[in-house]
């Protein structure tokens, strides 16, 4: 709870547009962070480390930040668009928040304390094969040896991981951009940011408009309905339910639900249920909360939780309440596919590049 506490103070103080008392006074740290970083980025710079070769295209997904910035919505759609070309994509992740940092391929009995709850939450949306492992190149490896079908890896995050090699980035942004600007831990950087967008790298801004400099394409968020829990465990995305059809239902009822979510930016998924038309009372916990107990008062009859939370929740153990998942989806704006295309063309057009 410590670090949790600590964790929300910060990120209270990074998402400033100025920098706070707090964040200057951890600009000693963010130079020591910004060195050891360099440093581990130089031998690949400098040539004396290569990234090493995988036979098919690997398409990073990531953050230049820490924190939610719509990156595992990103991977889905990629997965979606890629299918729809006629490949076969698996996906390669570290599994953040899992129990060890081994190589596990997700399966349909992994629990999200083994494999991590993003991981987790892909497999279960798009089928697509998921391993997850601290070495994503292990992991990688391990993913073309378990499903040889597989033709793309689409890797969530590992911007930073440069032993990965990478026919294309998309780095995603949402509206906090790079808030204060400054590196960890006085802001959210992981990296400095370039003047210039790197080479075979796309900008995604996953709020449907641009938050930093950089000039790129951008995707829009939308609630696509509600599932009961249990049948939503079960596979089903697209039930008759709609939220404005569960709202007219509260208001009949005189029911008030809460909503709880665990995910980096709370706020989002409250404001896209009262944009519904649902009033909650509303719950924000850490990202990517365990789940280990209830958060709601006992006795609450109906609670809406976002998918990252419901892969970490049985329906056995939340009693006589009502849970209904809300399904997100996550749509390219047309700018952002044209540009997609285009760099996947040159991608193909291009041996497989092993810096």
């Known amino acids: 709870m410590a670090a949790a506490g600590l964790e929300a103070l910060l990120q209270r103080h990074w998402w400033r547009r100025r920098p706070s008392a707090l964040a200057l006074a951890l600009l000693p740290l963010a130079a020591l962070y910004t060195v050891l970083a360099a440093l581990q980025r130089a031998p690949y710079r400098l040539g004396l480390r290569r990234a090493q070769a995988l036979p098919v295209p690997v398409v990073v997904v990531g953050n230049l930040v820490v924190g939610g910035a719509g990156k595992t919505p990103a991977v889905i759609a990629l997965l979606q668009w890629l299918r729809e070309r006629g490949h076969h994509p698996g996906v390669v992740a570290r599994g953040y928040g899992r129990r060890s940092d081994g190589v596990r391929a997700v399966d349909a009995h992994a629990s999200a304390a083994e494999v991590g709850d993003e991981p987790l939450l892909i497999a279960r949306r798009t089928g697509a094969p998921v391993v997850v492992g601290r070495d994503r190149v292990a992991a990688a490896r391990a993913l073309l040896h378990g499903s040889p079908e597989v033709d793309v890896i689409v890797a969530d995050d590992g911007l930073q991981h440069q032993r990965l090699p990478r026919a294309l980035a998309i780095v995603v942004f949402d509206e906090r951009g790079l808030g204060n600007a400054l590196p960890l831990p006085a802001g959210p950087l992981r990296a400095p940011m370039p003047a210039q967008v790197p080479p075979r790298t796309l900008v995604l801004y996953s709020a449907g408009r641009a938050s930093t400099r950089w000039p790129g394409g951008s995707g829009r968020r939308r609630l696509a309905g509600v599932v009961e829990l249990s049948a939503w465990q079960r596979g089903e995305r697209a039930g008759a339910t709609t939220l404005a059809a569960l709202a007219a239902r509260c208001r009949a009822a005189g029911l008030r639900p809460v909503a709880a979510a665990g995910i ?39 609670a809406l939780v976002t998918e990252k939370d419901a892969v970490k929740l049985d329906p056995a153990r939340v009693g006589a309440t009502e849970v209904w998942v809300a399904t997100l989806d996550f749509v390219f704006e047309p700018d952002f596919e044209a540009a997609l295309a285009a760099a996947w063309r040159a991608t193909l057009a291009t041996p497989t590049e092993t810096p």
């Open 264 to 302: 980096a930016v709370p706020q989002r998924f409250f404001d896209m249920l009262a944009a519904q038309g649902l009033a909650c009372d509303t719950l924000a916990l850490p990202d990517h909360h365990d789940w280990a107990t209830l958060p709601w008062p006992a006795g609450t009859p109906l």
